[in-house]
């Protein structure tokens, strides 16, 4: 297999390129390095700087490199941001998007995986429930708004040019290499400014001081598997959530991690953040029934604290 992953220097397609490459395929990554790293590329990888927005860059990198398969995790992916920026949002991720479906149609592309969103898109999920791909998508932010129009887009892509995909709706992925700067990964955030002994802000769901806003975390390893089987025509499903149908709220994940790693920090509250959606969790029962259980919170927290002490020492 030949592929290609968009967005392959950021925190997920980094991982998913060493494990393609571990499979012993041929990889291609395709960043613009806006947020993602040079040193996250294998060396073994191919790699194209483009900003997905640049339609031609985008199609000289298909043919340079003719793929068989694409990846598609670049993004716009803070939620903040979208917010704040809505036109920079819906340019990445929706005129972005189309540029690298309409490479895959002239390059005859064998498969599409779409890296969307489960943790905004479904909007608000009642307590005691949880969102699956039955619930009607109710985006309450232009991110989650971006990412469910691209999903819309491949059905039109299918129906008439027969572009082959699998969207995948993540919940909210952590791990090691996740970036602990700007404003999207919260287990990055609290890992590094822990280690540091540095406050942390728990952000309001309602009211300032409640536990914060209740959250689907899924580790790293679990969205690569489901996009390596989704690569290989493992997973059937056209739309599949990718989470653990667990729920944590912020404050229970501070906690988790300041005893992880015996750290003295203050735990702050905020203001809710606009465009958070109070309470997000995924059914994920058909994940597990195709791939197996999933990585539980409390390892996965683990494993990542670890990873994040190493690369504290490191520096």
Not at 61 to 77: D, E, L
Not at 132 to 153: G, H, N, R, W
Not at 186 to 207: D, G, H, W
Not at 213 to 230: E, G, L, Q, S, T
């Amino acid at each position: 297999m030949r592929l290609l992953i968009t967005g392959g220097a950021g925190f997920i397609g980094s991982n998913l390129a060493d494990q393609a490459l571990d499979a012993g395929w041929k990889v291609a990554v395709l960043d613009d390095l806006s947020s993602g790293r040079r040193e996250n590329v294998p060396s073994a990888a191919e790699f194209h700087q483009v900003d997905i927005q640049d339609a031609d860059a985008v199609e000289q990198a298909f043919a340079a490199f003719k793929p068989t398969a694409v990846s598609h995790q670049a993004a716009q992916a803070s939620v903040a941001i979208s917010v704040r920026e809505p036109q920079k949002d819906a340019s990445i991720n929706i005129i972005g998007s189309i540029n690298v479906m309409q490479s895959c149609v002239r390059h005859k592309v064998a498969h599409l995986v779409f890296a969307s969103t489960g943790g905004a898109i479904y909007g608000e999920v009642p307590d005691g429930t949880r969102a699956s791909i039955a619930t009607i998508p109710m985006p309450l932010s232009p991110y989650a708004c971006s990412k469910f129009a691209v999903e819309k887009y491949l059905d039109c892509f299918r129906h008439e040019h027969g572009l082959n995909f699998t969207v995948l709706r993540y919940a909210n992925v952590y791990g090691p290499r996740q970036d602990p700067h700007g404003e999207a990964g919260v287990v990055a955030i609290f890992c590094n400014r822990m280690l540091a002994n540095e406050p942390v802000s728990v952000f309001a769901r309602t009211t300032v001081g409640d536990p914060g806003c209740v959250r689907d975390y899924v580790f790293i390893a679990d969205v690569v598997k489901a996009n390596m089987a989704a690569l290989q025509g493992q997973i059937p499903d056209r739309v599949l959530n990718v989470g653990t149908g667990r729920e944590t709220n912020t404050l229970q994940l501070a906690e988790h991690i300041r005893t992880t790693l015996a750290s003295k920090s203050e735990i702050r509250y905020g203001d809710r953040r606009a465009g958070d959606v109070e309470r997000s969790l995924l059914d994920a029962d058909r994940l597990a029934e195709l791939l197996g259980p999933t990585v539980t919170v409390d390892e996965g927290l683990r494993i990542t604290a670890e990873w994040f002490r190493q690369r504290a020492a490191k520096a």
